[in-house]
């Protein structure tokens, strides 16, 4: 589902004639919470984690009290600040697509960015840039710094899982340290053997290990 949602473009269908419908394309950020972290069910899914920001451990109230009170609020007056935000962005000729790339070239020139992806610069310049558009309605206020700052920390953070190569050996190396007994010196054991300072692992072997500890594709381990 989340390939669906993040692809942006929809599955290629054939009339009843045989011909190709037109298919759907679109471009959308989705926001959803939930008491659950998303990344603990995507295994070592690199193409996913590229696709969906992880916002973990933030504390966004200052306490019980407060979040109550803002529930109270939201309840009370949902509604009304999308459509006068949309009706500002046509009445008013609000030039998005100057917003959206000011904020990719902000982005681009962060040298605390760890990243330098142009397809994670896009979807962090939807979040930045709308928060720009929406302070020039004087509609709400927002803290663009404190915005971007915190979408640029996470995304720092979520760039040290992305490397996928790295994170194997690192798996790879602490199921040998927990399973010696599956390798030795000097004979061929089940998974592999050891040949003077190397550790060789069957390829068959090497796969079932590698989908043992979560990673879906281990081709793509062995390019890396």
């Known amino acids: 589902m989340l390939y669906t949602l993040t692809e942006g473009v929809g599955r290629s269908r054939a009339r009843s004639d045989g011909r190709l419908r037109e298919v759907s394309t679109w471009s959308t950020t989705i926001l959803s919470s939930g008491e659950l972290d998303i990344f603990n069910r995507l295994s070592e899914n690199t193409g996913l ?7 973990r451990d933030i504390p966004w109230t200052e306490s019980a009290d407060q979040s109550e009170a803002i529930k109270a609020c939201i309840t009370a007056n949902h509604g009304w600040l999308l459509s006068a935000f949309i009706e500002y962005l046509f009445t008013e000729d609000a030039d998005i697509e100057h917003y959206f790339e000011e904020a990719i070239e902000v982005l681009r020139d962060d040298s605390n960015l760890t990243i330098t992806s142009e397809r994670v610069f896009k979807k962090l310049a939807v979040i930045t840039a709308t928060a720009n558009l929406l302070n ?4 709400l206020e927002v803290d663009v710094k404190a915005i971007y700052d915190l979408v640029v920390s996470q995304e720092n953070e ?3 899982t992305r490397d996928i190569a790295k994170q194997a050996h690192e798996r790879l190396m602490q199921y040998l340290l927990a399973n010696q007994s599956l390798i030795s ?9 050891i040949e003077g300072q190397t550790v060789c692992i069957y390829r068959d072997q090497l796969t079932k290990i590698l989908k043992e500890l979560g990673f879906e594709d281990a081709r793509i381990v062995r390019k890396k």
Do not use: C, H, L, W
């Open 49 to 55: 984690k590229m696709r969906v920001f992880n916002f």
């Open 136 to 139: 020039d309605t004087e509609i």
């Open 158 to 160: 979520a760039n040290q």
């Open 185 to 193: 010196s000097g004979s061929r054991s089940k998974i592999g053997y």
